[in-house]
């Protein structure tokens, strides 16, 4: 028997073989070279609506068979994990009927599409009693898992200021169609919202991890450009997701916040920032120079005082060791990885919880939809006042 037989299988259905198709294929093929685990994830499916380009993917990554229908997958009995990749409009629908049937859940973000189909997909894995995980991945980027580490040890004191970008520019021109293949994120009808639910829910998970429950917001969003052909019908259609969002937080503690995303930003493809500024320190990181974390902490170091920018390549940062030497960095399919190894680590210890759950998720829905409706009624909204149960 070869040591790798010695695993124990986990049967992963994968639905939608873009972007993230490749980046989650990427993780479950690599995690066993790196992570010592009880558990090693097999590629039993792939599923996409075209039958030969899922063949394509398949035979390219690995898996052993093709779907082309989700609905066939979740109802298999060799498939233990559904995981959700495809566009939002297909999550709450999947995970409903993946929970129905059993299976352990893992979805893309955002949740669903609203807060309605969110609160949904939590009441269905929480009453099916099925282990569920969002791939909020940029919680497992070395530097902020250090920087988590940072703040709950009181490193940096009381906080008072958290902002957070993210700042793209691949929709300036007005030529660029709406809707279909790779353009449904300009479609509200399946992305849900745009730059809110897209990019700023990746900064408000974060932000909520490391700085605690945001409270209420007041927000603006815009659509610059007001009317777009379709890509699969050529019909000149009013635009309807938020091409831009900003907005000002109160968090629970106290501390103030400030975030805004755009795909209007020219000049920046996915920079991702945040910073901190607590009573004893700074922190700092961006996405462009992911393995690194900026660091004041305030002392009595006279004219030495200064940032320090923290280089995360040693063996005693966060997830370090399964990797290289020290100072050879990694980057952003990592952050997949490390989310998949704390799954499967977790898998062997009774109770653990695989994070974020859908619950924790649906934390950062209640802040997008809470934006939405500040942007839509000009006034503060409260992030908890919106709820929704099945009967909704
Ligand atoms: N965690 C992250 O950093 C991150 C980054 C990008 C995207 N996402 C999320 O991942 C999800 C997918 O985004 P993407 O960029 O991979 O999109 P994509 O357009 O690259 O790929 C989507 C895939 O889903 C397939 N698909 C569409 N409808 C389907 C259906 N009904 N049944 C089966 N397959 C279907 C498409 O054919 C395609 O293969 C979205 O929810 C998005 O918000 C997360």
Sequence with gaps: ??????????????????????????AYKRVNDFFDLEYRPVLEAVCGRDRARAAVFADQWGFASVETNWKVLVERADIDVVDIASPNDTHAEIAAAAAASGKTIFCEKPLGRNLREAEHMVEAVERAGVRNMAWYNYRRVPAITLAKRLVDEGRLGRIFHYRSTFLQ????????PQGGQAL???DSSVAGSGVTGDLLAHCIDTAQWLAGPIGSVSAMTETFIKERRHQQTGKLEPVSIDDASAFLARFESGALGTFEATRYARGHKALYRLEINGENGSIA????????????????????RGWRSIHMTAGDHPYMQHWWVPGLQIGYEHTFVHQVADFLAGLSCPGAAAVPT????LATER???AVLRSAETGRWQDCAARRYTSAD
């Design 1 to 26: 028997m070869s040591a790798t037989s010695s695993k124990r299988p986990l049967r992963i259905g994968l639905v939608g073989y873009g972007f993230m198709g490749r980046a989650h294929s990427n």
């Design 169 to 176: 520019d691949w929709t300036i021109s007005a030529d660029l």
């Design 184 to 186: 449904w994120r300009l």
């Design 285 to 304: 990181w961006d996405l462009e120079d992911l393995h690194r974390l900026q660091y004041f902490a305030h002392g009595n170091e006279g004219a030495l």
């Design 358 to 361: 859908f619950r924790e998720a």
């Design 367 to 369: 802040v997008v939809d």
